[in-house]
């Protein structure tokens, strides 16, 4: 909520020109009046409903979810500070958007209030500590990384709202006991707001004695971002990916990162005295490049032709991981049931795709399909610019129809995957085999020889006794077809064998039965094949099946 706040805050004159407020003003509202109801009293935060053994078992409508469905708090004895701030963010950010741009001073006002109280609760709720403490089912799926980093979230909100520089001060404070062990610039996600908030405070310090300490980590973060390292860098399409983080929503990872350098590059483009100095025009240039490149990217300009936003273009992803819109009826049929899914979400953005810019929509690879609020967070804010500013139609308006490394499905895997599987078992078979023929291969020499020259003399015989036909519409034997011809019962080809050496040659997919020696369709009917050739002068007998129902091995 409070990225969304933020970006309609930044980029309003985007959402008017599109003629979408009444559709943010609901939007937020809706969400602003759930964190109401979980804020109950002063003291108390409800931060998680339902259990994930549970909830993450089924799939189908909410009005179906299992109970009962336990609800999980915070409060002043069961601390969860970073939880406890990040919601003071939200309270805060979007009362300022219903204050200054959707102009509804009351609504403004009972969030503000909401604000203040659950900040208060967050410092002074000792002791300090990650919400998943004191309700360890969060661990499961959404266990927090620390709550500094949300405690001058909240500040810097707060500050933003109030202007009391209490909060400014409280904002550094925060900010310098970050402790970033690997990397002090991090990527942001739902977890990880220290450079977002590098980015605020940089917006609202200009010209203040602290300007010099927030431009120096804002201009930091920015800069590792549109030249990263590890463990970040561009996929071989141009899309900002990094280790460890974007394996799971490579879109967000990316989304986040345009939606912040955006926002510095606007506040720097505001800045007095940013068209005269060169230096600040390049770095600005260098941040509208790296978010129009991220933004293009997600849209469609990418190897896929993909827009990882649903229901935009014939190749927008169709299977995006979500129960409700999917009309599902049991886990065990996520991808199958239905074939189509119900509801088209329409605007939604996708996990999205992998290092190597590959996509496969399919419903079980949450991974990449999953859809949930803090993708689209960054994502409206930097729609509303593109409305503001962009002087081109978006990169999916050009795509035709078709995503050239579209991944087939055979049941449940890609036909790439099931490819490689299977020219894997191929390759350890044929290892196998030429490792038995290396040290079995005098005595395969001194086989095939004996066979060769008993063959030899067999064919001798079969021209004596005549050849044999066998119909396979009879299943207690085959009729003789011409004078000299012997009938054989289909039981008596496997001891006949040796006597006349009959070849059977079987082109058709039936499975092979040892009980006869013969491949066979249980109780199926199989159209005219031939399995050899019948020409004058041929040794080898004929194998015709005309729409025959050839008999099981049972029945034999």
């Not at 000792?126 to 500094?148: I, K, M, R, W």
């Not at 610039?185 to 977002?196: A, H, R, V």
């Not at 990882?308 to 009826?329: C, D, F, I, K, T």
């Not at 095939?448 to 004596?464: F, G, I, Q, V």
Request: aromatic share 10%; charged share 20%; proline share 6%.
């Amino acid at each position: 909520m409070t990225q969304i706040c933020w970006g309609a805050l930044e980029f309003y004159e985007g959402y008017e020109l599109a003629k979408q407020t009444q559709y943010l003003d609901g939007m937020v509202r809706w969400g602003m009046d759930w964190l109401i109801k979980a804020h109950p009293d002063n003291n108390t935060l409800y931060v998680q409903v339902g259990i994930d053994e549970v909830d993450n078992t089924y799939w189908g409508p909410d009005t179906g979810i299992p109970t009962p469905r336990p609800s999980f708090f915070v409060s002043n004895t069961k601390p969860g500070t970073d939880v406890t701030a990040d919601a003071a963010a939200a309270f805060a950010a979007c009362s300022l958007l219903y204050r200054d741009k959707l102009h509804d001073p009351t609504y403004a006002a009972t969030l503000a209030t909401h604000a203040t109280d659950l900040v208060h609760l967050a410092e002074t709720a000792l002791p300090h500590q990650v919400y998943q403490t004191v309700v360890p089912t969060a661990s499961c799926c959404y266990p927090s990384a620390g709550f500094q980093d949300e405690l001058a979230w909240a500040a810097a909100w707060m500050y933003r709202l109030t202007g009391d520089a209490a909060y400014s001060a409280k904002a550094a404070q925060y900010t310098d006991a970050i402790n970033h062990k690997a990397v002090d610039t991090p990527p942001t996600n739902w977890d990880e707001k220290s450079s977002l908030v590098y980015v605020l405070m940089h917006g609202l310090t200009q010209g203040t004695a602290n300007a010099t300490k927030w431009s120096r980590l804002a201009t930091k973060y920015a800069e590792f971002t549109v030249n990263p390292s590890k463990p970040c860098a561009f996929t071989p399409g141009g899309m900002y990916y990094c280790y460890g983080l974007s394996g799971e929503d490579s879109s967000v990872v990316a989304a986040n990162a345009a939606f912040a350098v955006q926002i510095l590059a606007s506040q720097l483009r505001s800045k007095g005295g940013s068209k005269s100095d060169p230096s600040v025009v390049a770095q600005i240039e260098r941040y509208d490049k790296f978010a129009q490149g991220q933004i293009r990217y997600l849209l469609g300009d990418n190897p896929e032709k993909t827009p990882y936003m649903v229901g935009v273009h014939a190749n927008s992803p169709v299977n995006p991981h979500s129960a409700l819109a999917a009309g599902g009826r049991g886990a065990d049929s996520v991808d199958t049931w239905p074939e189509k899914e119900a509801h088209v979400l329409k605007g939604a953005l996708v996990g999205g795709p992998d290092k190597n810019d590959r996509f496969l929509d399919q419903r079980s690879n949450w991974r990449q399909s999953e859809v949930a609020l803090d993708y689209n967070a960054p994502f409206t804010g930097l729609l509303a610019y593109q409305v503001m500013t962009a002087r081109e139609p978006p990169p999916y308006v050009t795509i035709p129809p078709g995503r050239p490394n579209a991944a087939r499905q055979v049941n449940g895997l890609a036909l790439g995957t099931l490819i490689s599987v299977i020219l894997s078992c191929l390759f350890v078979v044929m290892a196998l085999m030429a490792g038995a023929w290396f040290f079995k291969r005098d005595q395969l020499r001194t086989w095939w020889a004996t066979r060769k020259a008993r063959r030899s003399s067999n064919m001798l015989d079969s021209e004596k006794a005549g050849a044999v036909i066998i119909d396979a519409s009879d299943a207690s034997g085959v009729t003789t077809r011409s004078r000299g011809h012997r009938t054989l019962a289909l039981a008596d080809i496997e001891s006949e064998e040796d006597q006349i050496n009959s070849l059977v040659v079987i082109t058709s997919s039936l499975p092979y039965s040892s009980a006869n020696g013969l491949g066979h369709a249980s109780d199926s009917t199989i159209d005219t094949y031939s399995a050899g050739a019948s020409t004058p002068g041929s040794a080898y007998p004929l194998l015709h099946a005309s729409h025959a129902s050839l008999p099981s091995a049972s029945e034999k």
